[in-house]
């Protein structure tokens, strides 16, 4: 059984930064993308970064590109996503996912909340 667990998230003045982190547990996860998504109060819940366990190739959304950097500690199970430069419009739950080469995104942990104020 999967379980991702999420932390790092909490307050921060535009410009800031932080680091938020995802400790996964239940497997292997060579097989695996992790990814991070965020939703925004009054919206849908939305695709931030993925990075394939494997190679550690990435992908972002275009709003964070240049700001975000997703990353993973093989070792430590754990995902990182680095967040610099932050905007007023990052504010949200950040939640951390995981799905297999063929799958959806069926995994999620519990979120971690991100504040930025301006």
């Known amino acids: 059984q999967v379980q991702l667990v999420e932390s790092g998230g909490g307050l921060v003045q535009a410009g800031g930064s932080l680091r938020l982190s995802c400790a996964a547990s239940?497997?292997?996860?060579?097989?695996?993308?992790m990814g991070w998504f965020r939703q925004a109060p009054g919206k849908e819940r939305e695709f931030v970064a993925a990075?394939?366990?494997?190679?550690?190739?990435?992908s972002y959304v275009d709003s964070v590109k240049g700001r975000f950097t997703i990353s993973r500690d093989k070792a430590e199970s754990t995902v990182y996503l680095q967040m610099n430069s932050l905007k007023p419009e990052d504010t949200g739950v950040y939640y951390c996912?995981?799905?297999?080469?063929?799958?959806?995104?069926?995994?999620w942990g519990q979120g971690t909340q991100v504040t930025v104020s301006s």
């Open positions: 996912a995981a799905r297999t080469y063929d799958s959806s995104w069926s995994k």
């Open positions: 239940g497997r292997t996860f060579s097989s695996y993308v």
């Open positions: 990075i394939n366990w494997r190679d550690g190739s990435t």
